[in-house]
């Protein structure tokens, strides 16, 4: 259906899809002089094609440079706009907000994605660049956390390998790799194109047909593999680092929140949420016996047909909070959940969904993402009212278990 | 388009509400800062105060309390701050909640605002002063946070920087106090401090939201009924030194690292009466943005660095430019920092680079129009500066800055301390 009204929202969506198969979603908001686009790709750092690893992210940088010799990035931010790309696991996104000039910046937005153009020289200049970033994320404690935990909780999946890639793998990037990269990933059946602000369709639809290649096409094959998802791959990770205070993080895979299954992710968060936000008993009692603090939290993830929930933070006794957290859990599953607790964390949930809508950037961000994985952004909140007690207590029960859970820590390295 | 002039009511001597009623939004925001004088004896006292005020109120008495009361809200948030702008260190709570139009809490900016008034005024007490285990967490966690600064090595750099450029002065007292006196946080010094603060802090609030000015001052007035009125609050000032004291220093130091971390601090000249737009434009011409000659030289031209940028203080009047770059290549980053700031001073720049460093401020500028945050953090900054213009106003002003603006505002610069965090050289 080419239009949705979510009357509770004050929203109106369009949804089109080109002959190319290129989806576009329009999302009007009248009185802004601001606007958003997104121009997201099916594919990320674990999609390799032939290329060497870290290619996904390689080509988001190349992919600025035009053949005249301008820069993309350039122009649209010498309109004003600010512009830029990001590459995920599972996703890449091209995207930028502006308050003048809209639809120069769309048109630049589309041609330039739709256009690779990479030179033996600008593909050796960038290597440097990159190493740079990798060194930088090299020295962020989070970050080895993160990877830490995929590698204990995933054999095979490629989530677990770096979305920059090593200096090593990136020294080997050629121009032909990334040109075959870009003609097997970047087809207009593998995008999707969203809008906030402007209303102008007609206009919008026009220009994205013109910049993208016409003629059908396909999305490519995407496949990683079967992962168990009953236990980690291996039970912790450790680290030493010259940090102030220990990390730790840890992780459960859940059935993935896919095809069919996407309310399982609104499950998932309201399950976390009861069980260890700031409102819950368990996050006093933790907090007032100073075994967490403010960095504690937890999370959710979809990507590459996995699933898993992950929670953390700063604390010198991570085994205890581990401990206490999966207890907990248990509790609440065979015990019950109070009735007025849940439907106080529920109505959390909705304020939390409202203002998240207020943001551009995360309404074409979410519009494009679940416009990739086949479901309405929009439905969050109905579906959130539908959730029941015991679909998330079962939820709780299935799995907040040791034997599911993988560890990662990052101990101090003490002085020598 | 919709023209936002913000209402300015004062409450108290010393107490100022700006309202801007704004009906584009599915929320609403308030936040109330209490603006001190950033001081090495008060402010690792002032960072925990807001924290410990969150612990609980007399009427909550604890976090699951106070959580459930805003979760019941649809979720409202009140979230305690520490914010460094110049020499101010300003304190208080943000709160954003869901507009009456998508709820059916009509009465929730009166709940909100209660609940502010309460965590500020009325908070949890023992024998009338703070509880010693809500003290000693959050002192716990204050000190926790200024150790773990050093994790964050790009923010570290930046820090040490200011310190040691800034010794002596109060800029150099970084955002949350230094651990020595972290440590001593107690429940007699922080109760005083309360009490102080509430007495002789310069309150700034700020809300907006669909709601008419009417009833956010009657909800203000309500919430705060118990604030004293004072005739001492003034706004702290912030001491600008026009020009570096001696030649430019370099200090080096070492740190389990991947990238060397370099900061280079500067004066900007005298402040008295400064051109904002020219200022946020020679920011951006020369690092504020990817298409800023630091950006285009040091990273696409020579790949000496991923990360490079610049930034202003301008109620402090200094600029720092950051950059990440390999420790062997010190001297060549230097070099082009050097070439970069001459090359603004002298007017070395094209038009076209001009342009595009004006349409980024002006866009920048809208954006904030568009926010609720931006517009909350715009008018703070601009009650600490002086400025009377409206994020469109100065925008469109920002288009309007000439080369001679660009190298009046940059004729002031000087360079003052450069510092460099990198892993230990190998023939130490």
């Known amino acids: 259906m080419p239009k949705r009204e979510y009357a509770r929202l004050g929203e109106t969506v369009y949804y089109d899809t080109l002959p190319n198969g290129l989806r576009v979603v329009t999302v009007p908001r009248a009185g802004f002089r601001k606007a958003a686009a997104y121009l997201m790709v099916g594919c990320g750092g674990v999609d390799r094609g032939d290329a060497p690893l870290g290619a996904a992210h390689f080509l988001e940088h190349k992919l600025f440079e035009m053949p005249e010799g301008e820069n993309a990035l350039t122009v649209m931010t010498r309109r004003g706009a600010n512009a830029n790309a990001f590459t995920a696991s599972d996703v890449t996104a091209y995207h930028f907000i502006s308050t003048s000039d809209f639809f120069e910046n769309l048109e630049t937005l589309l041609s330039f994605v739709n256009t690779p153009y990479f030179t033996d020289e600008s593909v050796e200049r960038e290597k440097p660049i990159i190493a740079r970033e990798i060194a930088m994320t090299d020295d962020e404690p989070d970050t080895a956390l993160y990877y830490g935990l995929l590698g204990a909780l995933f054999k095979k999946n490629p989530i677990r390998d770096p979305v920059l890639g090593t200096v090593g793998t990136i020294s080997a990037m050629t121009p032909a790799d990334l040109y075959a990269y870009h003609k097997k990933f970047y087809t207009p059946a593998n995008m999707i194109l969203t809008v906030v602000g402007p209303g102008e369709r007609d206009r919008i639809l026009d220009l994205a047909s013109r910049h993208t290649p016409s003629g059908p096409s396909l999305p490519p094959e995407r496949g990683y593999g079967e992962e168990s998802v009953e236990r980690p791959y291996r039970k912790t990770f450790r680290e030493r680092r010259d940090i102030s205070a220990p990390i730790f993080l840890t992780g459960v895979k859940t059935a993935p929140a896919v095809g069919a299954n996407t309310r399982l992710e609104l499950v998932a968060a309201l399950a976390l949420n009861v069980l260890m936000s700031e409102g819950s008993p368990l996050w006093s009692e933790l907090y007032d016996g100073g075994l967490i603090n403010d960095t504690f939290s937890f999370d959710y993830e979809t990507s590459a047909g996995v699933s898993f929930l992950s929670f953390g933070g700063e604390t010198e006794h991570s085994d205890r909070v581990v401990e206490r957290v999966f207890a907990e859990a248990q509790r609440l599953s065979k015990n019950g959940i109070p009735a007025d607790y849940f439907e106080r964390c529920r109505k959390a949930a909705v304020g939390d969904e409202l203002r998240a809508l207020d943001s551009f950037d995360n309404v074409a961000y979410n519009a494009a993402l679940s416009g990739l994985y086949g479901y309405d952004y929009f439905d969050t909140l109905p579906t959130l009212l539908g959730i029941t007690r015991e679909e998330v207590m079962d939820f709780l029960g299935e799995y907040m278990t040791a034997e599911r859970a993988a560890t990662a820590k990052i101990l101090v390295k003490e002085a020598v | 388009m919709i023209k936002l002039r913000p209402e300015i009511t004062v409450l108290s001597p010393g107490v100022t509400l700006t309202s801007v009623r704004d009906e584009r939004f599915k929320t609403g925001c308030v936040s109330i800062s209490l603006i001190t004088p950033l001081d090495k004896k008060t402010a690792a006292l002032n960072s925990s105060l807001p924290f410990v005020l969150s612990r609980g109120t007399a009427r909550h008495p604890d976090t699951e309390s106070l959580e459930a009361a805003l979760d019941d809200l649809y979720g409202a948030r009140i979230e305690p701050f520490v914010r460094k702008r110049g020499e101010c260190q300003i304190i208080g709570f943000y709160a954003d909640f869901a507009d009456p139009a998508f709820i059916p809490e009509k009465r929730i900016l009166e709940k909100v605002t209660a609940l502010m008034g309460e965590l500020l005024l009325a908070p949890a007490l023992y024998s009338g002063r703070f509880r010693r285990d809500f003290v000693e967490t959050e002192r716990d966690n204050l000190v926790a946070d200024i150790r773990a600064e050093i994790n964050d090595r790009r923010f570290w750099a930046t820090g040490r920087l200011i310190e040691l450029m800034c010794a002596g002065e109060a800029y150099g007292v970084p955002r949350l106090g230094r651990l020595r006196e972290a440590e001593k946080v107690s429940v007699a010094t922080l109760t005083n401090r309360w009490h102080e603060v509430l007495r002789c802090a310069r309150i700034e609030i700020f809300y907006c939201g669909s709601a008419p000015v009417s009833q956010v001052e009657r909800a203000l007035k309500a919430a705060l009924s118990t604030l004293p009125v004072s005739r001492t609050r003034g706004t702290p000032m912030t001491a600008v030194i026009p020009e570096p004291k001696r030649l430019p220093r370099l200090f080096i130091e070492a740190a389990e690292v991947h990238e060397a971390q370099l900061r280079v601090g500067y004066r900007l000249g005298g402040m008295e ?63 082009a920092i050097d070439e970069a700031v001459a090359d603004i001073q002298g007017g070395q720049f094209t038009d076209e680079e001009l342009e595009g460093a004006r349409q980024s401020v002006a866009g920048s500028l809208y954006t904030v129009a568009d926010s609720q945050p931006g517009l909350e953090s715009f008018a703070i900054g601009a009650t600490l500066m002086g400025i009377d213009e409206a994020p469109e106003e100065l925008a469109q002003l920002s288009l309007l800055v000439t080369r001679e603006d660009v190298m009046d505002a940059a004729a002031g610069i000087k360079k003052d301390t450069v510092y460099l965090l990198r892993e230990e050289a190998q023939d130490a």
Do not use: C, W
């Not at chain 2, 030289?297 to 203080?313: F, I, T």
């Open chain 2, 273 to 335: 009466k400064p051109d904002h737009p020219a200022l946020l434009v020679l920011n951006s011409l020369l690092g504020g943005s990817s298409t800023s000659r630091l950006f285009l030289d040091m990273r696409e031209k020579r790949g000496l660095a991923y990360s490079v940028s610049s930034q202003l203080d301008r109620q402090k009047g200094i600029m720092l430019i950051a950059a990440g770059i390999d420790a062997e290549r010190y001297p060549d980053a230097m070099a």
